[in-house]
């Protein structure tokens, strides 16, 4: 099994910037992507950013030049930097780790979700 745990939410201005992670630990054979969700307040929740193993980046038109996905594949950890904030990024950000484990079969975890809040 593996376990998420989000860090790095917070208050911040509009304009602002902050860095989420997520620290994976658990059992598996590998990892194909690792992303970013976010879900806000009567909204549904929506993919903001992945990247698989080899370094492929997929982002949400939305978050386009002002977020960056990256990951630490030794300590299995994913980043998101996210520059320029707007009140419309806040939201519940929920990390997401997908693979196969030791028995090749595909695995889908979620993490608990970070607040970040984006106001004036």
């Known amino acids: 099994q593996v376990q998420l745990v989000e860090s790095g939410g917070a208050l911040v201005q509009p304009g602002g910037s902050l860095r989420l992670s997520c620290a994976a630990s658990?059992?598996?054979?590998?990892?194909?992507?690792m992303g970013w969700y976010r879900q806000a307040p009567g909204k549904q929740r929506e993919l903001v950013a992945t990247?698989?193993?080899?370094?492929?980046?997929n982002y949400a038109d939305s978050v386009k030049g002002r977020f960056t996905i990256s990951r630490d594949n030794a300590k299995i950890v994913v980043y998101l930097q996210m520059n320029s904030l707007k009140p419309e990024d806040t939201a519940v950000y929920y990390c997401?780790?997908?693979?196969?484990?030791?028995?090749?079969?595909?695995?889908?975890?979620w993490g608990q979700g970070t607040q970040v809040t984006v106001s004036s």
């Open positions: 997401n780790i997908r693979g196969s484990d030791y028995r090749r079969r595909p695995f889908d975890s």
């Open positions: 658990g059992r598996f054979f590998s990892i194909n992507t």
């Open positions: 990247i698989t193993s080899d370094g492929n980046t």
